[in-house]
């Protein structure tokens, strides 16, 4: 088993399929990795040479942000939101939906489990 | 989907004005403005905008941050106020 960009260990998957267990790779950007160095994308994980891992770790380190690094960014850039108080930011800060949906109904990957309301119109018996 | 950057971005130009003046006396008075679709650019950080929410005007220090952002998004239009009944929300 290959072992690509630290902790990444993609399996006898074709590799095309494999970059993708890789945060912040996904299947375009794979495509895009392998194409570059001249691979088969169906090629098994397990084929690749000694020479292809660290070929695509030189791509991946040259022109990608990845795992720890993405993940670092991103809550970054959410934490510069939230810090200058703009709307995005307070939607961020309330874990509602940030982009303008509905929160009436649905919105329940941001909202979370939903929080049953005695007495509200439409409840008949508390769900658990 | 972004705005074309072959028009680069939308101030609203008095707006601009405005700023270029005070910065020619060299002062920074609160700017009062209804101008909420206009994009904060990188001469406006440092100055103090009073944008209106369609009732009040919002204070709005601009920070070296803020610049790509729109001023209406940190002059909040609504109030919320909590639901009904709810006593104590949980913090996040």
């Known amino acids: 088993m290959p072992r690509i960009v630290g902790v990444d260990i993609p399996n006898d998957k074709a590799i095309l399929i494999s970059l993708t267990y890789i945060h912040g790779i996904g299947k375009f950007v794979a495509g895009k990795i392998l194409k570059e160095i001249g691979i088969k994308p169906e090629l098994h994980a397990s084929k690749l040479t000694e020479d292809d891992v660290s070929k695509i770790a030189q791509i991946i380190d040259r022109d990608y942000a990845v795992e720890g690094q993405l993940r670092r960014q991103v809550s970054q850039d959410i934490a510069r939101l939230k810090d200058i108080g703009c709307y995005r930011g307070l939607r961020h800060r309330k874990g509602l939906p940030v982009r303008g949906q509905k929160t009436q109904s649905n919105a329940r990957t941001r909202k979370g489990k939903r929080k049953t309301v005695a007495g509200k119109k439409g409840v008949k018996e508390i769900r658990t | ?92």
């Open chain 2, 1 to 92: 989907m972004g705005r074309s950057l072959k028009k680069g971005p939308f101030v609203e130009p008095k707006l601009v004005q405005k700023v270029v003046r005070q910065s020619q006396m060299g002062i920074k008075d609160p700017i009062k403005t209804w101008s909420r679709r206009s994009t904060i650019v990188p001469e406006f950080v440092g100055y103090t905008f009073m944008v209106h929410n369609g009732k009040m005007f919002h204070k709005v220090f601009v920070s070296e941050e803020m610049v790509g952002h729109k001023l209406g998004e940190f002059s909040m239009t609504r109030t919320f106020r909590g639901h009904s009944g709810v006593k104590k929300e949980v913090e996040e």
